[in-house]
């Protein structure tokens, strides 16, 4: 996916702006445009399917049956679900204690200088290395699990939100000052309004990155989720349902994408001219 | 009744190359309660700085900085930019400094009809013009009914007409709410129309040029006298 590249850069600036451009009916060309690129992949596949004519290459309508098949039974959704809590978890973990961090750190450039280097040590860390580290530790829990995959987005998350932090207006925080805001206005007023398009980047690329490492938490020490029946998927090489999981995961993260973290942005950025 | 006694006996600033720049060296300025007291100098001599530390923005100096009164005054300031948050309403802007009640927004509503915005009041300040965005960073430091308004070039960058429009909504704003105003400026024809006197500095470091007590109406300050005065105030 493309978004594994894009992870490790924050691009705070550039995701945000471009949700306000284009009238309705540049939005629908723009959504034929998508849709037709979607069938031609569809169209390939299907033709590949054909000329390999394997079980291992199964065609779109393979895949169908295998998702009816798993959702027949209820045990796809039930799965997805399973999965969906563990991406919440450690994705709102991730983005509160990320967050505080990137804040701290952008606001103290001394303790920027000493902590930084631990954020690029544990960006750089494989993120096998922390789930293995993890389920040594704490054993093969719950627990154990929604951790490891904050860990891998802790530092994501800091990196960004620091980004935002040591950028904030001083002419508006002067001005808090004067007007004697205090606090608990000043951050809600002043800072977090700043902050949000760094957020929005951070829990755009964080949602992405968190349920990938979901996943393969599951793989390795979990007995339900996607992860899990991946895995039971990979013994059998029952590769349709393999895709059947995949297609179906990456659906409900891109509606999470569209009916929540787009209509958030565009209510956060409603001010821009 | 709040006047602002000023003994600065040295502000450093870091220079360009490293080294130190002093903006202030012994400078005394003493601004009566209730005056209208124009600083007049080119830029880059530190006015903006003065206008700081006299707001607690800026504690870097070795000097004392009093008010005359017992408790701390309240402190509004116009900046050189208006300031405004940009993700909150216009009606927002002008009621953040007060609190977040109703009352707050009645009394911001209130003062956006005085100073001619209250058809703005649900707007987002970037898409009003920077005239009416001046007029928001007006109604915000009034509403607050301060003791002391500092301030920093609010009418800059505006043609003439619409600089002249705020000095006459700023007379009236402070006509129903009197003030002591400490306002600076580089254009003497701001200077001779609104202050009750005019400080001219040079430097640096900052000295008192000039010091003259402006005692006209108005149509004198816009007329002849005024005239005279604004070629008084640039002699050297």
């Keep these: 996916m493309a978004e594994a590249a894009r992870d490790d850069l924050p691009q705070p600036a550039a995701a945000p702006h471009s949700l306000a451009t284009g009238g309705p009916r540049r939005a629908a060309g723009r959504l034929a445009v998508t849709l037709g690129s979607l069938v031609l992949l569809v169209g390939l596949w299907q033709v590949a399917a054909l000329i390999v004519a394997s079980p291992l290459l199964p065609g779109p309508m393979a895949v169908l049956h295998a998702f009816l098949r798993a959702s027949e039974t209820g045990t796809l959704p039930r799965n997805v679900a399973i999965t969906l809590g563990r991406v919440a978890a450690s994705f709102a973990i991730a983005m509160a204690i990320g967050a505080a961090i990137g804040i701290l750190l952008g606001r103290s450039p001394a303790l920027d200088r000493v902590f930084g280097p631990w954020l690029i040590v544990l960006l750089n860390l494989p993120a096998l290395v922390i789930i293995i580290l993890c389920y040594v530790w704490f054993g093969l829990t719950e627990a154990a699990a929604v951790t490891a995959v904050s860990i891998n987005k802790i530092p994501n998350v800091a990196v960004t939100l620091r980004e935002g932090a040591a950028a904030l207006s001083r002419d508006l925080d002067e001005m808090a000052r004067v007007f004697r805001f205090g606090r608990g206005r000043t951050l809600r007023h002043v800072v977090l309004p700043q902050l949000a398009p760094f957020f929005a980047a951070a829990a755009r690329s964080g949602l992405a990155l968190t349920w990938k490492i979901v996943l393969v938490v599951e793989l390795l020490g979990r007995s339900n989720g996607v992860g899990f029946e991946l895995q039971t998927a990979f013994q059998l090489f029952d590769v349709a349902t393999v895709l059947a999981y995949a297609l179906a995961f990456t659906v409900v993260v891109q509606i999470i994408e569209i009916g929540i973290i787009q209509p958030w942005e565009r209510h956060a950025g409603r001010w821009r001219r | ?236």
């Design chain 2, 1 to 236: 009744m709040t006047a602002v006694d000023v003994l600065i006996r040295a502000k450093r600033f870091p220079g360009p190359a490293g080294g130190e720049r002093v903006l202030y060296r012994d400078f005394a300025l003493a601004v009566a309660p209730f005056s209208f007291v124009v600083l007049l100098a080119p830029s880059g001599l530190g006015k903006t700085t003065l206008l700081n530390m006299i707001a607690g923005l800026d504690r870097d100096y070795d000097g004392r900085i009093g008010f005359g009164t017992a408790g701390p005054p309240r402190i509004a300031y116009a900046f050189q930019s208006p300031r405004l948050l940009p993700w909150r309403t216009v009606e927002e802007n002008v009621a953040l400094p007060l609190g977040e009640d109703a009352a707050a927004r009645a009394a911001a509503r209130a003062m956006l009809e005085e100073v001619g915005l209250a058809d703005q009041a649900q707007a987002y300040p970037e898409r009003l013009s920077l005239g009416q965005q001046r007029r928001v960073a007006l109604a915000r430091a009034f509403a607050l009914a301060p003791d002391l308004l500092l301030m920093d070039e609010p009418f800059v960058s505006l043609d003439e007409a619409g600089a002249a429009r705020l000095r006459d909504l700023l007379r009236r704003l402070l006509a129903r709410r009197p003030a002591t105003v400490l306002f600076v400026t580089h254009d003497t024809r701001e200077a001779v129309e609104l202050g009750s006197r005019i400080v001219r500095l040079d430097g640096p470091p900052a000295r008192i040029r000039r010091d003259l007590a402006v005692d006209l109406d108005l149509a004198a300050r816009r007329g002849a006298a005024g005239e005279a005065l604004r070629g008084d105030l640039l002699a050297p």
